[in-house]
């Protein structure tokens, strides 16, 4: 699965100007609002959470509210979150009927002409007078969403068929400090077409989850209810326990050795779709080189379960006895209960050595 996680290195160059970015390729919910939100407060300064938990809400519930499934026959929604510079620019995209797609098309023209006040006033006057439908109203969501971003909506449509469209939507949020006496060229928010590049190559490897940014309890929790509610067990076959453990021991290896980028356990955490299953890969940097720990997964990756168990045993009574958490009952465990070999791989740059580690986790 060496192909799987190259991917992992070719994303976080992608977001190498990316605070946080955050991807989300799978079941559409309402409840995954909250740990969409969770997962983006980290970066946002105060005064400006409150916004942006409206147009992460308002963004998310517009998959709901347009996407015409239906018509497609297959989940196309993707939802994602990039913090850059001092904005954070929230990205949809889902399919749409050829109607749906002309409403959409015509209320964002008309909102995107529109000031502050203009904005004001439309929105009494569809909260007044607009007819409420299956689609949410008169577009009372979109004009929420130009009013609280206090910027114009980016938009595209790309053709599938003749009744059938691509929508992708961006909104672009000022989180940090006020950015008007700054250089007009720093000021200007990322175009949608760089998101809707990523959407394509998230689409393509079958990514349900990717997350890069600060790894502690607080992101930890919501991305773990995220790979709950999308690894539940499939047609008998018990995987959704194994994805669990799995991430939780990845990402908590992370929060123990990885080293800090300007303050932060930075790193990245993906979760793919496979012909035979999921994969599960993380990638950060870490103190000194990798070499030792190359060396004790290629041992590991050689012993079958009798011999595993009996290393597991022996590590976690050395451990106790030692008053150590040593990483190495964590890969064991990892390796005995999984039973495939674990990944590894590495990369140098000018910051350190980037540590990719990854593994399959297969329908049995």
């Given at each position: 699965?060496?192909?799987?996680?190259a991917?992992?290195?070719?994303l976080?160059?992608?977001f190498?100007?990316?605070?946080?970015?955050?991807?989300?390729?799978g079941l559409?919910?309402?409840?995954?609002?909250e740990q969409?939100?969770?997962?983006?407060?980290?970066?946002?300064?105060?005064?400006?959470?409150?916004?942006?938990?409206l147009l992460?809400?308002?963004?998310?519930q517009?998959i709901?509210r347009h996407?015409?499934l239906?018509?497609?026959?297959?989940?196309?929604?993707?939802f994602?979150i990039?913090?850059?510079?001092?904005f954070l620019?929230?990205?949809?995209a889902n399919?749409?009927?050829k109607?749906?797609?002309d409403?959409?098309?015509?209320?964002?023209?008309?909102?995107?002409k529109?000031?502050?006040?203009?904005?004001?006033?439309?929105?009494?006057?569809?909260l007044?007078?607009?007819?409420?439908?299956?689609?949410?109203g008169a577009?009372l969501?979109l004009?929420?969403m130009?009013r609280?971003s206090?910027?114009?909506?980016?938009?595209?449509?790309?053709?599938?068929?003749?009744?059938?469209?691509?929508?992708?939507m961006?909104?672009?949020?000022?989180?940090?400090?006020?950015i008007?006496?700054?250089?007009?060229t720093?000021?200007e928010?990322?175009?949608?077409?760089e998101?809707e590049?990523?959407?394509?190559?998230i689409?393509e490897h079958?990514?349900i989850?990717?997350?890069k940014?600060?790894?502690s309890?607080?992101t930890?929790?919501p991305?773990?209810s995220?790979m709950?509610q999308?690894?539940n067990d499939?047609n008998g076959k018990?995987i959704?326990?194994?994805?669990?453990?799995?991430?939780?021991?990845?990402?908590?290896?992370?929060?123990?050795?990885?080293a800090?980028?300007?303050g932060?356990?930075e790193g990245?955490?993906?979760?793919n779709?496979?012909?035979n299953g999921y994969y599960l890969c993380t990638?950060?940097y870490?103190?000194?080189?990798?070499?030792n720990?190359?060396?004790?997964i290629s041992?590991?990756?050689?012993?079958?379960?009798?011999?595993?168990d009996?290393?597991y045993?022996k590590?976690?009574k050395?451990?106790?006895l030692?008053d150590?958490d040593?990483?190495?009952?964590?890969?064991?465990?990892l390796r005995?209960?999984?039973?495939?070999?674990?990944?590894?791989?590495k990369?140098i740059?000018s910051?350190g050595?980037?540590?990719m580690i990854g593994?399959?986790?297969t329908y049995?």
């Open positions: 699965m060496k192909d799987q996680i991917l992992i290195d070719i976080r160059k992608c190498t100007g990316d605070k946080i970015s955050m991807n989300y390729h559409f919910d309402d409840a995954f609002t969409l939100i969770a997962l983006a407060e980290s970066d946002v300064e105060k005064k400006a959470k409150k916004r942006m938990a992460i809400s308002e963004s998310f517009n709901v996407g015409d239906e018509v497609s026959g297959k989940e196309e929604s993707m994602g990039r913090g850059i510079d001092k620019h929230i990205f949809s399919s749409v009927s109607s749906t797609k409403f959409l098309e015509e209320k964002l023209d008309e909102i995107n529109l000031d502050k006040e203009q904005l004001k006033a439309l929105y009494a006057e569809a007044e007078n607009g007819t409420i439908s299956s689609k949410g577009g969501g004009i929420e130009a609280k206090e910027r114009k909506i980016q938009k595209k449509f790309k053709k599938i068929t003749e009744e059938l469209y691509a929508f992708y961006q909104i672009d949020l000022v989180i940090g400090e006020t008007e006496d700054e250089d007009e720093q000021s928010p990322i175009s949608i077409k998101n590049i990523i959407q394509e190559l689409t079958e990514i989850f990717l997350y940014g600060d790894f309890s607080d930890m929790n991305i773990l995220i709950k999308n690894t499939e018990s959704g326990f194994k994805i669990f453990h799995s991430s939780v021991e990845l990402m908590q290896n992370i929060v123990r050795y990885g800090e980028i300007d932060k356990k990245i955490f993906s979760l779709k496979t012909k990638g950060n870490i103190v000194g080189d990798s070499e720990f190359e060396k004790f041992d590991i990756n050689q012993k079958d379960k009798t011999e595993l009996l290393l045993r590590t976690l050395e451990s106790a030692n150590d040593s990483a190495g009952i964590g890969m064991i465990d005995r209960v999984i039973m495939n070999k674990i990944d590894v791989a990369g740059d910051k050595t980037y540590l593994l399959e986790i049995k």
